[in-house]
């Protein structure tokens, strides 16, 4: 960055605003998810009328995040030769945070699906049951098998948190969040309330073509962005020798120290 020089003062204001960026993200995160759920709860359609939705799709939100970090960690570990900073030991950090949030986001689920199943109103249990065994149920049993039973499974043992294994358990999951959408959005308006003939939904061409050229345009922003940043904070590496470097000369004085006579 211009201007900077390393001193102390910098690194002090540094670290401050590292603080309170890291206070200050957490709610903006937490209220932008939860806005999103309202705009599906206030609508008191089926299935979306619901006060657990804020907290669920906040993590939702986490969950799927943290997938997607691990996805664009191992491309650019792979990519880029990043071996030294992306360690194993990173994925294996990461991956037990990520079996966490697995376990988190199958509570909410559960709550979900019970509290309608126990209220049976006959709205809810219409879209329930094309859930659970009807024509959308293929995708919400993927769903829960790539959402929850997959990394459970697969993250619970050690080897399941190597870069790959880990990988791999998080495109299914990013799969599984995109199937949850679609559960949600489809699912309740296909099931209209109203005097009229319920019918399915197929996407069309130009539909998937929105949502393959979005994602192809978050993928070109996001590697044009890398020719002006750098990948790994290199300010980060810098304090992370330093300290290392501290460790290490208060590692060979201990000896020494010890060694010394006390003064009588």
Request: aromatic fraction near 14%; proline fraction near 5%; hydrophobic fraction near 55%.
């Amino acid at each position: 960055a211009a201007g900077w020089r390393g001193t102390p003062q910098q690194w002090h204001s540094l670290e401050q605003g590292i603080r309170v960026m890291a206070i200050i993200i957490i709610p903006v995160a937490v209220s932008v998810h939860t806005i999103v759920s309202w705009d599906f709860a206030m609508t008191l359609q089926p299935m979306w009328h619901s006060a657990i939705f804020g907290p669920y799709f906040v993590v939702g939100a986490i969950y799927s995040g943290i997938a997607m970090l691990l996805v664009t960690m191992y491309i650019l570990r792979r990519g880029l030769g990043l071996h030294q900073y992306l360690s194993d030991a990173v994925f294996n950090n990461l991956s037990l945070l990520f079996v966490a949030m697995a376990l988190i986001w199958a509570y909410f689920t559960f709550a979900e699906h019970l509290t309608v199943f126990y209220g049976n109103q006959h709205a809810e249990m219409a879209v329930y049951n094309e859930r659970i065994s009807g024509q959308f149920a293929p995708y919400f049993w993927t769903m829960i098998v790539l959402n929850i039973a997959v990394p459970v499974f697969v993250l619970a043992f050690r080897a399941g948190r190597k870069p790959l294994a880990s990988t791999l358990v998080g495109i299914g999951v990013i799969i599984g969040m995109w199937l949850e959408r679609y559960i949600i959005v489809v699912g309740t308006l296909s099931m209209p309330r109203l005097a009229y003939t319920s019918g399915g939904y197929q996407p069309s061409w130009v539909e998937i073509g929105i949502m393959t050229g979005l994602f192809g345009l978050f993928g070109f922003l996001y590697f044009m962005f890398l020719q002006f940043a750098p990948i790994v904070s290199i300010w980060e590496v810098r304090e992370g020798e330093h300290i290392a470097h501290l460790d290490k000369a208060i590692g060979t004085s201990e000896p020494m120290l010890r060694a010394m006579p006390e003064e009588s």
